[in-house]
């Protein structure tokens, strides 16, 4: 039972958080005059816009995993160069952000509230929210369709290179995702995850030592 709960909880944290990062990029490349992008209707925080069976499992079962696909077209940016860089770092600092939020908002609770274990499922949420969203940030930068690094490094590297990147993508696709399995990335990336969660959690916890 406590396994079947976990996992529920999970996959509702993880929605969420594929919503929130599907919304935020396709908001930012909208704002930044991609029209297209509210026609294919991904400016939207429906998570049937934003939702992706293997990104889905990928972070259910390794914690690192991606959201929908999201066509950005940057032929509609004044200045192309500077607006896929802003669509590709924006929402991975809107995730931290996020991840700072719910992490205090967890740590606030079990400090005045205690442990919800009559609401567990609740508490595994806002546990694991803060998690997903370091996890989201960091595997997206990665240069690999369909992840945020892919457009990104296609547009900011000399045209010679992004050929060599499009051309090693099915390549670096398989060995990301083996790496994921076998657990090598995962160890990696769980390491960096850990570091960046301590340090949101060094404000978060002066903040609450004054309150």
Same mark, same amino acid.
């Not at 995702?177 to 769980?190: A, D, P, T």
């Given at each position: 039972?406590?396994?079947? /709960?976990?996992? /529920?909880?999970?996959?509702? %944290? *993880?929605?969420?958080?594929?919503?929130?990062?599907?919304?935020?990029?396709?908001?930012?490349?909208?704002?930044?005059?991609?029209?297209?992008?509210?026609n294919m209707g991904k400016v939207s925080l429906n998570p049937k816009k934003h939702f992706e069976i293997l990104g889905f499992i990928s972070f259910l079962f390794f914690d690192f995993g991606w959201c929908a696909p999201i066509e950005?077209?940057?032929?509609?940016?004044?200045?192309?160069?500077?607006?896929?860089?802003? *669509?590709?770092?924006?929402?991975?600092?809107?995730?931290?952000?996020?991840?700072?939020?719910?992490?205090? !908002?967890?740590?606030?609770?079990?400090?005045?509230?205690?442990?919800?274990?009559?609401?567990?499922? !609740?508490?595994?949420?806002?546990?694991?929210?803060?998690?997903?969203?370091?996890?989201? %940030?960091?595997?997206?930068?990665?240069?690999?369709?369909?992840?945020?690094?892919?457009?990104?490094?296609? %547009?900011?590297?000399?045209?010679?290179?992004?050929?060599?990147?499009?051309?090693?993508?099915?390549?670096?696709?398989?060995?990301?995702?083996?790496?994921?399995?076998?657990?090598? /990335?995962?160890?990696?990336?769980?390491?960096?995850?850990?570091?960046?969660?301590?340090?949101?959690?060094?404000?978060?916890?002066?903040?609450?030592?004054?309150?």
């Amino acid at each position: 039972m406590d396994v079947i /709960l976990y996992y /529920l909880a999970s996959s509702i %944290a *993880v929605i969420i958080v594929m919503t929130i990062m599907g919304f935020t990029r396709s908001y930012i490349s909208y704002k930044l005059g991609d029209v297209t992008i509210k026609n294919m209707g991904k400016v939207s925080l429906n998570p049937k816009k934003h939702f992706e069976i293997l990104g889905f499992i990928s972070f259910l079962f390794f914690d690192f995993g991606w959201c929908a696909p999201i066509e950005i077209s940057s032929l509609y940016y004044k200045n192309r160069k500077k607006g896929n860089v802003l *669509v590709f770092i924006l929402p991975l600092i809107v995730a931290i952000i996020l991840a700072f939020i719910f992490n205090f !908002i967890y740590l606030l609770i079990i400090r005045y509230v205690g442990s919800l274990k009559f609401i567990s499922i !609740i508490e595994i949420i806002l546990y694991t929210i803060p998690i997903y969203f370091i996890n989201f %940030a960091i595997f997206n930068i990665i240069p690999v369709y369909p992840l945020f690094g892919q457009k990104f490094f296609q %547009a900011v590297l000399p045209a010679n290179k992004a050929i060599k990147l499009l051309q090693y993508e099915k390549f670096i696709q398989i060995l990301v995702m083996f790496l994921l399995i076998s657990g090598l /990335l995962q160890r990696v990336l769980n390491i960096i995850s850990s570091f960046i969660l301590n340090i949101i959690s060094i404000p978060i916890q002066l903040i609450l030592g004054f309150i």
